[in-house]
């Protein structure tokens, strides 16, 4: 019966994470969200679900107390162990994901934008991590993946001259390295700690939010020079990413340890 964790399991990639995982009736799966009444997607998936084997608890990845606690709950259904924990959880709000660093109306505000990023994408991972540690160092896989982006890496923003989308970017490069030194740090442990990359990925039908015009027109321009620079990286659905982003879970092995699985192929001549 291996057991998953996928924190951040309300929406998007998350929610595709989880219906896909539960599935298979061999696999426990324990969905985190913020706020379970307001969790409708994941409510209607666990409603038509017949096999019973999803779990929802509540935990903010910014407070670390809500995060042992989900732990403790996740401890007593599986009697003490977690076998694979995907941190998925991202913050994205659209009024500050695509601003670049002198877009902000104020300094304040930019301070503002970039720790609550940090709290979030940074923090939040190293929390959810160190909450379930104690579980996955009992589970047989001793797997860790966190769900990573291109958008954090330096190769991917100089070739597509990403200069907004700054507060989420350079808190998903801190997060991705996060992940390396966990995978430093458990190597002993015979853990497998990856970043995984799941492409770009359209979440439309989940989202809590709709783009506006400004955002659109960004999106349209990021869209636009994608081609230049790489042969695969379109938008695809939240089924095509989660079930690589799966594949990849279950293939990998400590011999992959500390990789940063990308999703971009990137043009030879580029
Ligand atoms: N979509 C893409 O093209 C793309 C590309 C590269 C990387 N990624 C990565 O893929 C992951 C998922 O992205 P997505 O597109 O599916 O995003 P999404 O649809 O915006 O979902 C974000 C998820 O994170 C949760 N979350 C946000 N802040 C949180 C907090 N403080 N505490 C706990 N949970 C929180 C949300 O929960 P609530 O419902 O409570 O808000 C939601 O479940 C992220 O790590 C993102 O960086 C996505």
């Known amino acids: 019966m291996p057991?998953?964790?996928?924190?951040?399991?309300?929406?998007?990639?998350g929610l595709e994470l989880v219906r896909q995982l539960a599935m298979s009736a061999d696999n426990t799966v324990f969905a985190t969200v913020r706020n379970k009444s307001s969790s409708t997607y994941l409510n209607e998936l666990v409603a038509k679900s017949t096999l019973s084997n999803i779990h929802v608890l509540?935990?903010?990845?910014?407070d670390h107390r809500t995060l042992k606690a989900a732990a403790a709950a996740v401890a007593k259904v599986t009697n003490g162990s977690l076998d694979v924990l995907i941190h998925n959880a991202a913050r994205m709000e659209l009024a500050n994901a695509y601003r670049g660093?002198?877009?902000y109306e104020d300094d304040d505000k930019l301070d503002t934008e970039f720790l609550d990023s940090f709290k979030v994408n940074v923090l939040g991972a190293i929390h959810a991590v160190n909450a379930f540690l104690p579980l996955l160092r009992k589970g047989s896989a001793k797997k860790i993946a966190v769900i990573g982006s291109e958008?954090?890496?330096?190769?991917f923003v100089w070739k597509l001259r990403l200069s907004n989308m700054a507060a989420y970017g350079t808190t998903k490069a801190a997060e991705n390295l996060v992940a390396v030194k966990y995978a430093a740090l458990l190597e002993p442990e015979g853990f497998t700690v990856v970043g995984i990359c799941p492409g770009f990925v359209d979440t439309s039908s989940t989202a809590v939010e709709k783009p506006d015009d400004t955002i659109m027109s960004i999106l349209g321009g990021l869209v636009a020079r994608l081609p230049a620079i790489s042969t695969n990286f379109t938008l695809i659905s939240t089924e095509a990413s989660v079930t690589r982003i799966l594949s990849l879970v279950d293939s990998i092995s400590t011999k992959d340890n500390g990789s940063f699985i990308e999703y971009v192929e990137y043009k030879k001549d580029d």
């Open 3 to 13: 057991s998953y964790a996928v924190i951040g399991g309300s929406r998007g990639i």
């Open 58 to 62: 509540e935990a903010e990845v910014t």
């Open 101 to 103: 660093l002198t877009d």
């Open 151 to 155: 958008g954090g890496t330096p190769e």
